[in-house]
């Protein structure tokens, strides 16, 4: 598989299955973009399961969001091509600079670590068969290696299945924030090992 097919593949399982999130609603361009910033990034890194030719699962995370949008910016056609739609919508473009500000600001006034879990997600077809403790695992892993010793995950307070997950994987609720105004959310705290 390409890595531009991987970064697509990637980008719809984000939006089949991370749907109650804002980043879904600017669609897979934008999202598979994402990725290949994300992905080619320093400090951050997207961790794929694949079977059969497909990916079946991913894990995403960093330590911090700078890299990731100058990263972006390096194709700055097809960013404002995949964006253009938002851009007329007052109301995405506030909540993509929420996003922005967020990125920026995201430890400011708590003793948290700058790594963080971006995103996971898991096909349908293989839920149950441990694809995403794996990729947690993997995640857990690589930030070892880079000598990290914790990271956080920002959940959303209506996400109730992913709150339990996390607590699964020994996750504990540091505090809160509020990405987008007015929606909450549990910042939980991922000891490395």
Same mark, same amino acid.
């Given at each position: 598989?390409?890595?531009?097919?991987?970064?697509?593949?990637?980008?719809?399982?984000?939006?089949?299955?991370?749907?109650?999130?804002?980043?879904?609603?600017?669609?897979?361009?934008?999202?598979?973009?994402?990725?290949?910033?994300?992905?080619?990034?320093?400090?951050?890194?997207?961790?794929? #399961?694949?079977?059969?030719?497909? /990916?079946?699962?991913? %894990?995403? &995370?960093?330590?911090?969001?700078?890299?990731? =949008? +100058? !990263?972006?910016?390096?194709?700055?056609?097809?960013?404002?091509?995949?964006?253009?739609?938002?851009?007329?919508?007052?109301?995405?473009?506030?909540?993509?600079?929420?996003?922005?500000?967020?990125?920026?600001?995201?430890?400011?006034?708590?003793?948290?670590?700058?790594? #963080?879990?971006?995103?996971?997600? /898991?096909?349908?077809? %293989?839920? &149950?068969?441990?694809?995403?403790?794996?990729? =947690? +695992? !993997?995640?857990?892993?690589?930030?070892?290696?880079?000598?990290?010793?914790?990271?956080?995950?920002?959940?959303?307070?209506?996400?109730?299945?992913?709150?339990?997950?996390?607590?699964?994987?020994?996750?504990?609720?540091?505090?809160?924030?509020?990405?987008?105004?007015? #929606?909450?959310?549990?910042?939980?705290?991922?000891?490395?090992?």
């Amino acid at each position: 598989m390409t890595p531009a097919e991987r970064y697509r593949q990637v980008a719809v399982l984000h939006a089949a299955n991370i749907n109650q999130g804002f980043l879904a609603t600017l669609g897979v361009p934008f999202l598979a973009l994402m990725y290949r910033a994300l992905d080619e990034a320093e400090g951050s890194v997207l961790l794929t #399961e694949e079977q059969g030719g497909r /990916v079946v699962g991913f %894990v995403s &995370g960093g330590e911090g969001m700078g890299a990731i =949008y +100058r !990263r972006m910016l390096r194709y700055p056609l097809r960013l404002g091509l995949s964006l253009l739609p938002s851009l007329v919508r007052p109301k995405r473009l506030k909540r993509i600079l929420e996003i922005l500000r967020y990125g920026g600001s995201a430890t400011a006034g708590q003793d948290l670590p700058s790594a #963080e879990l971006l995103s996971i997600a /898991v096909d349908a077809s %293989v839920r &149950g068969t441990g694809v995403a403790e794996r990729l =947690y +695992r !993997r995640l857990q892993a690589h930030f070892s290696e880079r000598g990290v010793g914790a990271f956080r995950i920002v959940v959303g307070d209506s996400l109730a299945p992913a709150h339990r997950y996390y607590r699964k994987m020994g996750a504990k609720p540091a505090g809160r924030i509020e990405v987008h105004a007015g #929606e909450g959310s549990v910042v939980y705290l991922q000891e490395v090992s």
